[in-house]
């Protein structure tokens, strides 16, 4: 069950731990989605933004001291079938319990399953108007969401293992996001309500599926024409000397792979900002002001700046982690 802890990536002692989005795409996908929201629900956000983003990788940290928590964050669907679209596993959990029992489930992970329970919680807090539960969750649902569309989280071949392609996971979430993401367009327009969570996050794991052959197969293909001299090269990551895809052939494959990295992160914005709105709504829209001060009103081209500064704003933060 536990079983995708510990595809790390060591080299000169340091660890590099690569489970989903890299920490620094899952801060910056749970700050954007505030910006996606309505007013009635932007000024409560944006008011604890630090704590939403900071908070984006707990379920990664809980990994370590919760086996529960590891098959929360993807769904091996090529255990099922061969190729999209996924038409055989039931998206209701007690059909699938009932198809395949509950052991099986987890074996393969659970993530659409996951995010159908999460957002019904939420919609409990919204209720309660329980604000730091409606924190935790919302921070909570947005890395399952997130990670539900990175086609990696999809397959049984999780980190290339399979195809000798080893930290290709982290080489997709962490270092293409790190290296390029400052030239995505994050605007994705306003949240939209979500009439049926379970089929969303389904389609969330299929897109990922159907994609996750290009981040192989490209990958292999690069590998075969570039070769291993030009694809690593080291970083000086606090004290020590790491060894990291090369930017040469980072670069080649980014290329390659077209904005299938952009898309991911953009749809992952759009869809938490959509759950947690629409969590809101089906909670009979109650009124968060009493958890806020003052309204907050935003024109499309306040959205984009005030998107284009967080992201800034984050990156400086990433940076001053670094020389600590
Ligand atoms: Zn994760």
């Given at each position: 069950m536990f079983k995708k802890v510990l595809f790390i990536w060591c080299f000169t002692g340091l660890v590099i731990p690569a489970?989903?989005?890299?920490f620094f795409a899952h801060k910056m996908i749970n700050r954007l989605a505030v910006f996606t929201l309505p007013e009635d629900l932007l000024l409560f956000y944006k008011n604890n933004i630090e704590y939403l983003t900071e908070h984006a990788v707990d379920p990664d940290k809980r990994r370590y001291n919760d086996e529960e928590e590891a098959c929360r964050h993807y769904v091996d669907l090529d255990h099922y079938e061969c190729c999209a679209p996924i038409d055989t596993v039931p998206k209701a959990w007690k059909d699938a319990v009932a198809k395949y029992s509950e052991d099986t489930l987890k074996a393969y992970g659970i993530v659409p399953w996951h995010i159908a329970l999460m957002k019904f919680k939420l919609t409990e807090a919204f209720k309660a108007k329980d604000k730091d539960l409606i924190l935790k969750l919302s921070a909570d649902i947005g890395h399952y969401i997130a990670d539900a569309h990175?086609?990696?989280?999809?397959?049984?071949n999780y980190n290339g293992q399979l195809t000798n392609q080893n930290g290709i996971h982290g080489f997709w979430e962490s270092r293409l996001p790190e290296l390029f993401s400052r030239n995505y367009d994050f605007f994705t327009g306003k949240a939209t309500y979500i009439n049926n969570i379970q089929l969303a996050a389904w389609a969330a794991s299929e897109g990922a599926f159907a994609a996750k052959d290009s981040v192989l197969l490209f990958e292999a293909e690069l590998n075969k024409k570039m070769g291993a001299d030009r694809k690593y090269t080291f970083e000086q990551k606090g004290q020590k000397q790491v060894k990291v895809y090369s930017f040469e052939y980072s670069l080649a494959y980014h290329n390659m792979l077209g904005n299938q990295v952009e898309r991911k992160m953009r749809e992952s914005i759009a869809a938490v900002g959509s759950i947690w709105f629409s969590a809101w709504v089906d909670a009979?829209?109650?009124?968060?002001n009493e958890l806020t001060e003052k309204p907050v009103k935003l024109s499309d081209e306040e959205r984009k700046k005030a998107i284009m500064e967080e992201r800034l704003l984050l990156e400086q933060k990433q940076m001053k982690g670094r020389e600590e």
């Open positions: 489970f989903s989005w890299g990175v086609p990696l989280h999809s397959t049984k009979g829209q109650p009124d968060l």
